[in-house]
């Protein structure tokens, strides 16, 4: 399973850094979704690897989400808040739910 994690940011400097590092090794990838940030958000990100993705078209976090899922390569995305970390062994707590089908992100029956 191949994860691609998601952050949306704009004026995100202090906590990038943290963030994308919490993802770990084995993601496909990281794309940080640059709102436009005036403090070196994007450029703390490209300098840790992760992908930058940037533009007028991702106002807002809803735009910056899309954009940045238009973009992923992973068989699955998970969403990350910029100033929020995922915990150690994240990746086999998300696969275990998904091969459990405790989480199929279908919100058909809600």
Known sequence: MRFSVIIPAIDEAGSIVKAIGSA?????????????????????????????????????????????????????????HADTLLPPLWHEAVEAALEEGRLDGDAGDA
Do not use: C, H, N
């Open 24 to 80: 770990g090794s084995g993601v496909a990838e990281v794309i940080v979704a640059d709102g436009g940030s005036l403090d070196g958000t994007a450029q703390s990100a490209a300098r840790l690897g992760a992908r930058v993705v940037s533009g007028p078209y991702l106002k807002g976090r809803g735009g910056q989400m899309d954009g940045a899922a238009s973009v992923a390569t992973g068989d699955v995305f998970v969403f990350l």
